[in-house]
């Protein structure tokens, strides 16, 4: 079974400074999909970024970025120009390419992250 | 989100009760899975769907139950509420198995078993 890990429970930044949230997985598939979920004060799941694992470009959302390093399970998002809004719980997660079954998202544990005005 | 609700958005039951929660969806996915949020645990799977009567087990699935009688509406049931069952459960939503598209979540409900 697929394992996703978050090795930070919580992180803090400054407002307008950069931070990275990290997560690893594992998993014996060559194909797959990686996302971060966005988890505000008011419970709603936001998909955040999205990755494809055959696709070597990390994906890009405005000030949100992601290191994608395959052979080293390792997909990390980086905030930048970090605002109030973004404070959050950030979920990383993984879905397998195709089938699986009773697969569905895995997901890891969280990272709460707390803007510093 | 739109077209996806859950319904209570909020509930505290005795346990030992029976308790039903509901998600309802107006997009017409395919696919209709329930979660279960805990601190420290993220977001868990109980039980997925693949289409109308098609439901599967997820990873925490004792405990609970599902049906699916029609496209827009996925039920779980907690057969006797248990205090471990007290959690905010998700439902979501998705058109494909695979691809990027992610999964639309419900606002979730809070259920507390006392």
């Known amino acids: 079974a697929q394992t996703v890990t978050q090795s930070q429970p919580e992180m803090s930044v400054q407002e307008a400074e950069t931070v990275t949230l990290s997560c690893t997985y594992d998993t014996s598939e060559s194909d797959y999909y990686l996302f971060w ?62 089938g699986g079954g009773a697969d569905g998202l895995t997901f890891g544990k969280g990272t709460h992250l707390i803007i510093q005005p | 989100d739109a077209g996806i609700t859950q319904s209570p958005r909020h509930k505290v039951t005795e346990t030992g009760t029976p ?11 395919r696919y209709m899975y329930w979660y279960r949020q805990d601190p420290g645990h993220g977001l868990r799977l109980i039980h997925y769907s693949y289409g109308v009567k098609d ?10 139950s599902v049906s699916r009688s029609k496209t827009e509406d996925f039920l779980l049931t907690l057969e006797s509420a248990t205090s471990s069952q007290t959690s905010v459960y998700f439902c979501a939503i998705s058109a494909r198995q695979e691809g990027t598209d992610g999964y639309t979540f419900g606002s979730g409900t809070r259920l507390t078993v006392v």
């Open chain 1, 37 to 98: 979920y966005k988890q505000p004060p008011s419970r709603q799941m936001i998909l955040v970024i999205r990755q494809e694992a055959y696709k070597q470009q990390n994906a890009t959302e405005n000030r949100f970025s992601v290191n994608f390093q395959k052979a080293a399970k390792s997909f990390s998002l980086k905030i930048s120009d970090s605002q109030l809004g973004d404070a959050a719980m950030y979920f990383c997660a993984y879905r397998m390419y195709s």
């Open chain 2, 19 to 29: 308790v039903t929660l509901r998600c309802h969806q107006t997009e017409n996915h």
């Open chain 2, 55 to 64: 439901t599967d087990k997820g990873e925490v699935s004792d405990g609970y």
